[in-house]
């Protein structure tokens, strides 16, 4: 182990979500998020990454035709302060009926808990959207229900979902979510029925309940796959939605019906059914 790392803490203005699909698709290394939005750490200097995110920012600036500001800090620390920081950071998270902590926290005998060790995937419980999807699945999921993860990043939805009783099959098109998935199945002693790498047009069922956590944009495209997957009466979580964006999305799912909505800061989640 080197004795320094490198931490960056990345600040933007808008748009977290493009942000976030930006370092998973770019970054050799996890991220940690927050409301401001990332922290990086690596025992390499971060300057290049630096340059990507003010690169990317420029690009979005010109495609949105909106200002967007990014703040990038980069420090140098002791290594051997790099975990007992890490661990402080992540704080146990009570949603609903479930309560989501990492493995060096105890749990909650109270509530329904999920063990999740935080990873490059998205999905520890924190984000408003991760958050608005996990409170749907908690009044919605019904023991014995087929449900479908689409865009299973942590695998925290699916294992919410099986905590509940249910049977669960995920997919994503990042093999490291994926796999990060069916490890965090494991420390919650669950496994999906069946996990994929690869789109929503993969499915060959149909489900009672189907959860995507995405930006809005992919929402609009794989809209008839996930209204495909529906049995008759089931219901569609569609989260990761930007309050800005919700008309857009909904204009691509106007044969379905608003039961309810979630909003929580700037995100909407919306519980839709089949006309």
Known sequence: MQEHYFELVVKVSSHHSLFSDFLSDTLPVGFEENSD????????????????????AEALQKALKQEIDIECTQTKLQNSDWVESYQKSIEPLAI???YIHPTWSKANPELINIVIDPALAFGTGHHPTTASALKAISHYVKKGDDVLDVGCGSGILGIAAMKLGASVDACDTDPISVNNSVENAKLNELVFD???????SLISKKYNLVVANIVA??????????????????ILILSGILDKYEDKVLNFYKDCEIVEKIAQDEWVTLILKRK
């Open 37 to 56: 939005g990332f922290i990086i750490r690596s025992e390499d200097e971060l300057e290049t990454i630096v340059w990507g995110l003010e690169q990317f």
């Open 96 to 98: 609903d009926k479930f």
């Open 194 to 200: 069946n996990i994929w790498e690869g789109s929503s």
């Open 217 to 234: 944009d992919v929402l609009t495209f794989i809209a008839n796959d996930l209204k495909n997957a529906l049995k008759e009466d089931a």
